[in-house]
């Protein structure tokens, strides 16, 4: 996109709200409007994958130590993870702290 | 130019225009009056004399579902229906046009339920509305079939893209016979060239189309919609135009019958202004100065050539056949107002409504509102609006 979409006049839109870049999903953050996001306390963590399973929105990625941790960009901050997570490793925190 | 005379059904010369603007697919739900264009349509294509797909469906919001992805791979799409068929179809008939899917629709005007009825007024039209289409009303057969080639043109325009409906009140047009000049395939064909659509969808080019729009885009999209709307007021001029000079019929968005010098007018939309036209002359007969004004064109509204056509009026009476319920009344007399409030001289503007779900409204009934509307503008206080022909 030439730019931001926020920035978009009237005219710039295609006719019909067409859109003809295929992907550009991949730039919109979806995880901008959680009110809280999951903090992980790794030394507690059995990298047993739970969260990874439970997660509705494939938020959650292993990191190289084999970690399970939430994409921001696109965590919603539904909290299940916290839930179903065995060991209590992971910590909802409100996201203005 | 080649064009053959003959007399059929208004149906079904609607049904011969959409064959001879070839069309691609046609998916439709039969309903009262509109039942016998998707018919004959459905015929056509059965006997081979139509290469075109015809999709039966269950219920008018799948008919016109079927339109849009029939119009989104690029293939020139029409459908047709009546009343609770447009109702039904609702929530798509703003898709299409927010998608910018050019599909041709008949509408055969007929009353809302309830009470339940199959005849004619134009409510199903005014409750749609604002559903982002063009909209153009008919007077007769003729009208009916010349306004159904010149919609395809005007829809596919790529200044256009906007999808279009052909008005015709049901049974006082939908099922008479006429004399009608069909015009030969050959000049509809030069007339009317294939569709070429700005976007299709197809595997080899990936597309989304109907996409969701965030708070910081839909308002400006809406925008685009609105000006792209009135913008092409302009293409429907010219394809008129093009169209008259093919045919030596000729369209205008407001059309006027015996105006000069008139004093007094009378605004009508659709079958209608025929009747109308006869108790104008009868009251030039009586030396009161009236003339009709046709209002052709209801999307995009030609506020322009309102304001134009009503230069030298004192007194207007306008009749709306549908009523806005515990509001404005006539839904057309309220544009017409809305039109004329910033001119500083306007005429005095009565609304009356009549010929509610098949109510006839004969010259008789006419001739009233003329009289009605003369005695009225001497008063100051006026009703939101008068009913005529209605037990009160």
């Not at chain 2, 139509?50 to 919001?61: N, Y």
């Not at chain 2, 976007?199 to 400006?220: N, Q, R, V, W």
Request: net charge negative; glycine share 8%; proline share 5%.
């Amino acid at each position: 996109m030439s730019k931001p979409i926020d920035q978009f006049t009237w005219k710039d839109i295609p006719i019909g709200c067409v859109v003809t870049e295929a992907g550009n999903a991949r730039e919109y953050r979806t995880g901008d409007w959680k009110s809280q996001r999951p903090v992980v306390e790794t030394a507690k963590c059995i990298k047993c994958g739970v969260c990874w399973v439970f997660c509705p929105d494939a938020a959650i990625y292993k990191n190289e130590e084999g970690y399970f941790l939430a994409n921001l960009d696109y965590c919603k901050g539904c909290g299940i993870c916290a839930r179903e997570c065995w060991t209590g490793c992971i910590k909802m925190v409100e996201e203005e702290k | 130019m080649s064009e053959k005379r003959v007399g059929m059904e208004v149906s079904i010369a609607m049904a011969e225009a959409v064959k001879l603007a070839n069309v691609d697919c046609i998916s439709a739900y039969p309903i009262t009056p509109q039942t016998h264009i998707v018919e004959h349509l459905s015929e056509l294509v059965a006997d081979g004399g139509l290469d075109a797909e015809f999709i039966p469906v269950e219920s008018e919001h799948s008919a016109l579902s079927v339109c849009a992805g029939t119009s989104a791979v690029g293939a020139r799409t029409f459908t047709a229906t009546s009343s609770q068929g447009l109702a039904l179809m609702h929530e798509i008939l703003f898709i299409v046009a927010g998608m910018r899917l050019p599909i041709v629709m008949a509408l055969a005007n007929r009353a809302l339920s309830s009470p339940l009825s199959i005849w004619n007024d134009h409510s199903d039209a005014m409750a749609s509305r604002d559903c982002g289409w063009i909209q153009i009303f008919t007077e007769n057969g003729q009208e009916v079939f010349d306004q159904t080639i010149c919609a395809f043109k005007i829809a596919e325009d790529q200044r256009v893209l906007i999808p279009t409906i052909v008005n015709l009140d049901g049974f006082t047009l939908s099922h008479v016979v006429e004399p009608h000049k069909l015009v030969s395939q050959e000049d509809i064909n030069k007339f009317l060239p294939a569709y070429k659509p700005l976007y299709a969808l197809h595997p080899d080019k990936p597309l989304t189309m109907g996409a969701f729009g965030m708070p910081e885009i839909y308002s400006e999209a809406k925008l685009a919609q609105d000006i792209n709307l009135r913008n092409s007021y302009s293409v429907i001029r010219e394809v008129w135009k093009e169209w008259g000079g093919l045919t030596g019929r000729n369209y205008d968005p407001v059309e006027t019958y015996r105006m000069e010098g008139a004093k007094i007018g009378l605004l009508v939309m659709g079958s209608f202004c025929e009747t109308a036209m006869e108790a104008v002359d009868r009251v030039r007969e009586q030396g009161i100065p009236v003339g009709l004004l046709k209002l052709r064109l209801w999307r995009p509204f030609p506020f322009d050539d309102i304001r134009e056509a009503m230069k030298g009026l004192e007194t207007l009476a306008v009749l709306d056949r549908a009523i806005s319920v515990g509001g404005i009344g006539g839904p057309v007399c309220s544009e017409i107002k809305t039109a004329l409030y910033g001119q500083t001289k306007r005429p005095k503007v009565f609304s009356f409504i009549a010929g509610l779900g098949g109510r006839d409204v004969p010259p008789d009934h006419f001739e009233q509102m003329i009289h009605e509307a003369l005695k009225l503008k001497k008063k100051r206080k006026v009703e939101e609006f008068m009913t005529i022909g209605i037990r009160g």
